[in-house]
Nanobody, 124 residues
Framework: QVQVVESGGGLAQAGGSLRLSCTAS????????MGWFRRAPGKEREFVAA????????YYADSVKGRFTISRDTAKNTGYLQMNSLKPDDTAVYYC?????????????????WGQGTQVTVSS
């Protein structure tokens, strides 16, 4: 019942910025959290950031703290990931995910719906 679509990826230079958007749509949306994960070439998928949908509590991986900011507009069922001070190590496909039932925001199996992914490439 929930469709997740992310956008905003692209090419940036080291030190630059990108803003990713994620929209969740459906007849009803009472999700517990919206999260962002990424998968770099040759690496496993890893947690990036997440937000409890209704409380706004945020969580960040240590690797992005101080550089990335997650936010959401509940009226639009849309979340955002503002990425600043980008590094080449941030290069990955970024996925937005929706968690319907309360769970661990850092665990991808605890999410129910996933977007198709958007490529972020950071050059040095």
């Amino acid at each position: 019942q929930v469709q997740v679509v992310e956008s905003g990826g692209g090419l940036a230079q080291a030190g630059g910025s990108l803003r990713l958007s994620c929209t969740a749509s459906g007849r009803t949306f009472s999700g517990s959290a919206m999260g962002w994960f990424r998968r770099a070439p040759g690496k496993e998928r890893e947690f990036v950031a997440a937000s409890r949908w209704w409380s706004g509590t945020t969580y960040y991986a240590d690797s992005v703290k101080g550089r990335f900011t997650i936010s959401r507009d509940t009226a639009k069922n849309t979340g955002y990931l503002q990425m600043n001070s980008l590094k080449p190590d941030d290069t990955a496909v970024y996925y937005c995910a929706v968690q319907l039932r309360y769970g661990a925001v850092q665990r991808h199996p605890d999410y129910d719906y996933w977007g198709q992914g958007t490529q972020v490439t950071v050059s040095s």
